[in-house]
């Protein structure tokens, strides 16, 4: 097992990391300091490599791509509705981004920050960024990620995070698979999940679960293009989803390998996308599937949904977990 650390470029005249763990397999992880980002995820197959999830080989691409490959999204992921909750009967205002809403926790959410590095040890990268009051939340927000690959190349990415004061934290991995040659459509999804969520028009859950049937219905394989296909009677032309989900979250497979995803959180949201060509993307013309493990979006506001509350003082940590699989 090794870890190297090179520069992929600056943030003004801060610089980027690029740090590579790499095992016995040759298969590899490449993480970012910028937005502590999952920069690339390698296997090797009877000598040849093949890259699993999208992206970019080059900083100004993850500067300004608006849809955040491989980053760590927070301090919450996905939308709170009116950009406000409450805490132990304290009402809290947040500035939206999103029409009145807030998504991804803000303008200057955890996505736009270079982080500083912590540690580095054989198999892992941790890396940390402090949280000050951005967007209206209050106190200070310390974050720490760590990356980790195993010798049976499992890839763990664990958040912790403690806090001076009363907030909210729900991050995830904004990260974004194709994991074979063939079209994403061509590949296969399997999804854990007897509900979804069901959402308005500016995609904020409403609270009510649905059942997984039809276009929605994972629970045995079936490509994402029939998906896509059961869709249009709806009118609906993408995923853009939130799955309720729990440990064994989701299997996505080519006919030559597979990543099985597993969380200790209860959602996953699904988004199929072409984050490299915008125009391609518009035509439906879809290059990878996003699988963000988190909680329950909007959970602060609906009481079954889970609990993203970081008291003062308190400390918290999730975890998911890829594991890769040749078939």
């Not at 993480?31 to 995820?41: C, E, G, H, I």
Request: hydrophobic fraction near 30%.
């Amino acid at each position: 097992m090794s870890v190297t650390k090179t520069t992929f470029g600056k943030i003004g005249t801060e610089p980027v990391y690029l740090y590579k763990i790499t095992n016995q397999n040759q298969t590899s992880i490449s993480v970012l300091s910028y937005a502590a980002t999952w920069q690339n995820f390698e296997v090797v197959e009877d000598g040849e490599k093949h890259s699993l999830i999208e992206h970019f080989d080059n900083l100004t691409d993850y500067i300004k791509t608006p849809y955040q490959v491989g980053k760590t999204i927070g301090r919450v992921a996905g939308r709170i509705k009116n950009a406000e909750f409450s805490i132990d009967g304290i009402d809290y205002q947040m500035k939206p981004n999103e029409g009145q809403n807030l998504l991804h926790g803000g303008e200057n959410g955890l996505q736009y920050q270079n982080f500083n590095e912590a540690a580095v040890d054989d198999n892992s990268v941790f890396l940390s960024h402090t949280v000050k009051g951005e967007d209206g939340f209050s106190g200070t927000l310390k974050v720490e990620v760590r990356y980790s690959l195993s010798e049976d190349d499992e890839v763990s990415i664990t958040y912790h995070a403690k806090t001076d004061h009363d907030t909210l934290f729900n991050p995830t991995c904004h990260v974004y698979f194709d994991v074979g040659s063939e079209n994403i459509r061509q590949q296969q999804l399997q999804i854990n999940s007897k509900h979804f969520l069901d959402v308005d028009e500016g995609k904020v859950p409403t609270g009510k679960l649905l059942t997984t049937t039809n276009a929605y219905d994972f629970n045995d394989f079936k490509t994402i293009g029939q998906g896509l296909k059961q869709l249009k009677p709806l009118r609906k032309y993408e995923f853009d989803d939130v799955f309720v989900v729990s440990d064994k979250a989701a299997t996505i497979k080519s006919d030559k390998r597979a990543v099985d995803l597993y969380t200790d959180r209860n959602g996953m949201v699904i988004f199929t996308a072409n984050p490299k060509d915008e125009a391609k993307n518009k035509n439906y013309d879809y290059s990878s599937l996003a699988m963000e493990l988190q909680t329950l979006p909007d959970a602060i506001n609906h009481d079954d949904f889970g609990n993203t509350v970081l008291k003062k003082g308190a400390e918290v940590s999730y975890t998911n977990k890829y594991q890769y699989r040749k078939l």
